[in-house]
């Protein structure tokens, strides 16, 4: 009895540090937020706040930046995503050939994804310049006229390119998958006279399933938090709005935060956001019964 | 694992190894374009093909901005994340893979769920907290989200812990040996791996951050990531941007990343492939 209690208390000694922290910068900055949120803070007005009510929420909802602001972080997303998945699963099936130097193309592939943001911004500045930029240039050896790639019509364009180099971060956990599919699958599937493409469609997307939806799950969260990269990606400086059609949802948030000091109004506005990503995560999960192929002996 | 296929040059396999060499150039490509667009004359545009090879733009890199300051700081900033997060993270691990104590897996699976709350929504409530405290232009951020670990290396160290066999705990166990000498004496040792791993993707993550030190510290204790994304290259009396030297600096400031990436990337790659799968 003493030994268990001893073990108990060493459970607790030994996860006390993640656990007070958790509670002092998760849980607390989450609730004092949502509080925040239904005040007016501004900033200065710490001693004499007052609780507004849904005033703020109501705010989100009719602001046309905030909502067009959404509507371009929700069409960003529903482009990066799907592409980079599909990038990512395409890349690991041609690598899954025991090809030689195998090992040499994982990583040129992995590489973009550890690039740091600054760096990658810096590089397709370059790419995307109209002024003698180099994808013009490419484009130009196929007949096509030079595009601006920073202009209204191409920035987001430019952003959803940029992002998906980096689509080979999913590469090495849909290796790991690839590998796990039992081989006797295909070999009873090539007596049965399977095709390379039934392969695929039969065997290997099934059993990816739950990798890919890992990955689509691990993408809407993030892409939906973008803001880094379209304030850089146009302009020099963290504060700059960047062009119109880049003006990404948090971008906005932190315009309003940081620029405006409407610290209330803020909240409120990242915790719309918090309540979209956590929306989307559950339809995916819901939905997840019908796409994900779970082995039925799940408890081994 | 050592039984490898051969390699056959089959039809098909030349076609996919056709395609695998097209996307490597693809995804070299940028990187090819930031080392030649990086050495050619100042203000000269965007070019392919390699028109010059001024390395002087390596070194103007570092002395137009105050980019060794930067760099100084960036590293403090990184000791003080090494040295919190990979210790604390390793105990809650351990906590969590071998110890049995009620409510163990409610708490285990608020740290899954800290993993997919998006850190922004706590980020602004935090600044002004810390704002208030007066830890601003300090490390204290820092040193406190270091202690508390980050969950997705609780994660790490915790599946690396519970695949150790039960065996090794008991016979220590049987000797007399403490919850905490078992852990330093028999865990530790064997966990070489995933601490390479953590390390270096904590390493990753507080080198490439920008935003946490852009709300926490003044200009002058700005690391490396958030003194570029703010400060551009100019000459002197010139409001044009040095475009070739930017880039030297983007490259100079990856290159720390990828030499660890490279030096732990077998620990690394068995990391993200074992969360992956079986998380």
Not at chain 1, 8 to 15: E, Q, S, V
Not at chain 1, 67 to 75: D, E, F, K, S
Not at chain 2, 147 to 158: E, K, M, P, T, V
């Amino acid at each position: 009895m003493t030994e268990k209690n001893r073990r108990i208390a060493a459970f607790y000694l030994m996860i006390s540090p993640w656990f007070l922290i958790f509670l002092f910068l998760g849980l607390f900055p989450l609730l004092y937020g949502l509080y925040l949120s239904f005040t007016n803070y501004y900033g200065f007005n710490m001693q004499d706040l007052d609780t507004v009510g849904w005033h703020n929420y109501r705010l989100v909802f009719t602001d046309t930046d905030a909502m067009y602001a959404l509507g371009r972080t929700l069409y960003y997303t529903a482009v990066t995503v799907p592409l980079s998945t599909a990038i990512a699963l395409g890349l690991a099936l041609l690598l899954n050939r025991h090809i030689p130097g195998g090992g040499v193309y994982r990583t040129i592939f992995y590489l973009p994804s550890l690039v740091p943001v600054i760096s990658t911004i810096l590089m397709w500045k370059i790419i995307f310049s109209s002024n003698g930029g180099v994808l013009n240039a490419i484009l130009g050896l196929f007949g096509i006229e030079p595009i601006n790639w920073f202009g209204y019509d191409y920035a987001t364009t430019s952003l959803i390119i940029m992002s998906l180099w980096g689509a080979g971060g999913g590469i090495l956990i849909n290796l790991a998958g690839l590998k796990g599919i039992p081989r006797d699958l295909y070999e009873a599937a090539s007596i049965d006279g399977a095709g390379v493409f039934q392969n695929f469609r039969r065997i290997t997307l099934p059993l990816m399933t739950p990798i890919i939806f890992f990955n689509v799950l691990m993408g809407i969260i993030g892409s939906l938090q973008v803001y880094l990269q379209p304030i850089l990606l146009n302009g020099s400086e963290l504060l700059a709005r960047p062009i119109q059609p880049n003006y990404m949802y948090v971008v906005h948030a932190f315009q309003q935060i940081f620029a405006s000091q409407r610290f209330a109004y803020g909240m409120a506005l990242l915790w719309v956001l918090f309540v979209v990503i956590l929306a989307l995560s559950i339809v995916v999960f819901i939905t997840s019964k019908y796409w994900v192929y779970y082995e039925t002996d799940q408890e081994r | 694992m050592k039984a490898r296929a051969t390699w056959r040059s089959t039809p098909g396999n030349v076609v996919i190894y056709a395609l695998i060499l097209i996307c490597s150039a693809i995804f070299l490509f940028p990187m090819y374009l930031a080392i030649v667009n990086s050495l050619t004359a100042w203000y000269s545009p965007p070019t392919i093909v390699p028109t010059g090879f001024r390395w002087e733009n390596f070194a103007y890199a570092t002395t137009l901005i105050a980019f060794w300051r930067f760099m100084r700081n960036s590293v403090i900033l990184c000791l003080i994340s090494l040295a919190t997060a990979t210790f604390t993270s390793g105990l809650v691990g351990y906590a969590f893979a071998r110890i049995q104590a009620p409510g163990r897996n409610v708490l285990f699976m608020i740290v899954l769920s800290t993993m997919m709350l998006p850190g922004i929504v706590t980020q602004i409530p935090t600044y002004i907290l810390f704002y208030k405290i007066g830890f601003i232009d300090t490390y204290w951020p820092w040193i406190l989200g270091g202690i508390g670990g980050n969950a997705f290396f609780i994660f790490l160290y915790r599946q690396f812990f519970s695949a150790i066999p039960k065996e090794l705990e008991e016979a220590a166990r049987i000797d007399g040996c403490s919850i905490f000498r078992t852990y330093w004496s028999i865990f530790v040792p064997l966990s070489f791996p995933v601490v390479a791993t953590v390390a270096v993707m904590n390493f990753q993550n507080t080198w490439g951050d920008v935003i946490t030190p852009f709300m926490y510290l003044r200009q002058d204790h700005y690391p490396l990531a958030t003194a570029l994304s703010m400060i551009s290259y100019q000459a002197n009396g010139s409001k044009q941007i040095i475009s070739q030297v930017s880039i030297a600096a983007g490259i100079i400031f990856m290159i720390p990343v990828l030499v660890t990436f490279f030096l732990g990337q077998r620990y690394v790659v068995e990391g993200i492939v074992t969360t992956g799968v079986k998380g």
